[in-house]
């Protein structure tokens, strides 16, 4: 089954385009192009209309753009392809599918529970926009920890959109926990990391570490010739320090700026390490409370292209305020913030990633094109899926990692080989896309080729 998605003004990394259409067939964009530029003196006159928002009465259907042509008419001067059917987004912002590296939860599930709580938050996201995402563990024993992976290479099977695991813990500075529970930290040694790499070949995609704990520099490595992308986070590491973990082959910063210590002008720290360096992401959860937009501004500045917007969403995200457990930790949510109970310590988020779009275009002041990258090929990146990022992947990754795409080979079977780029929409990319009203609320989502729920559905 084809589909030709028409009539969209594209924001991607690589630049805006009106006019956009794109080809998807199956779970991946075959071809794309503009009508723009076969249009003549028309073809600027793209119509910006929101798309499922203030349709006039009656004209429902029509507004949300289902046409259900077999195939679509020539244009003048040229011809658009045919397809199963046919969506007319007319002049609606299309973007890629967002993905999330950390998230630990929504709509009063968390993903340390079982594969339906799983499933139960992972659609609140993605009727958010977030197409794809790792799933992220807080720390808890071993044994509970290779249950939850296993749990979840058990769903990555059934559900290619589930890209893999984060451990945020269990290897985190007591000294900097934030809301992880200090009994369930431990030291990287050997035994630990073979322990969890060895729960479910493959599955454990993400890990954070502090770089000052016995081991962490050794298991940096350990994690990255299994092909981990390993963060530097929860740490009371210095700048030098941090430094040498990226030198021994870490490439992410956890949350910059939380649980960690800030930018000093004489004591830099692990933030600037980060920002320097130029084979290092960095996190940021952009929710107006976690880091003050202002200083948002500054990272991104100084990271063009390597600051990945997160949400480290708790159960609470698109639900209710209330009382709610992250890991075993009672968390309550007022307003919006969730906080360790009678504590001012901040619990995680209840973020979504269209609202930390919202954020990063409005209180951040970035670009449509900066902060859609920062939610679609900036992650994709730093997981290494995406384009072009094979080598990187496959250099990194030994005999636990394989594939074009950087896949680890174990269990994944065919998609291992055949998984599509991630964060463009651009030919040889997976099928995900949202599609925005004006004001930058979610209207549609696809992801792999097929239509999602939303609540503006
Ligand atoms: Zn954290």
Redesign the pocket.
Known sequence: MSLLVRGAHKVDAAGEVAGFWMLVDGDRIVATGSEADHAGPDGDGVVHRTVGGDAPAGSTGDALGLVGAPSASPLRGGALPAADATVDLRGARLTPGLVDL?VHGAGGASYDGDAAELERGLAVHRAHGTTRSLV?L?ANPLPRLRRSLETIAALRERDPLVLGAHL?GPF?SPGRK???VEGFLAEPTREAVETLLSAAPGVVRQV?LAPELPGALDAVRLFVEAGVVVAV??TQADHALTAAAFDRGATMM??AF??MAGIGHREPGPVVAAITDERVTLELILDGTHVHPEVAAILFAAAPGRVALVT?AMAAAGSDDGDYLLGDLAVTVSGGVALLTGTDTIA?STLTQDAALRVALGRARLSPVAAVTALTLTPARALGLAAGAASAAGAAGSAGAAGSAGLPAGGAGPRADAAPALGLLAPGHAADAVAWTDDWHVARVWAAGREIETAAR
Request: glycine share 18%; no cysteine; hydrophobic share 20%.
């Open positions: 950390h992220s807080v945020e985190l934030g809301a992880h954070t986070g929860h956890t949350h939380n649980t480290d995680g």
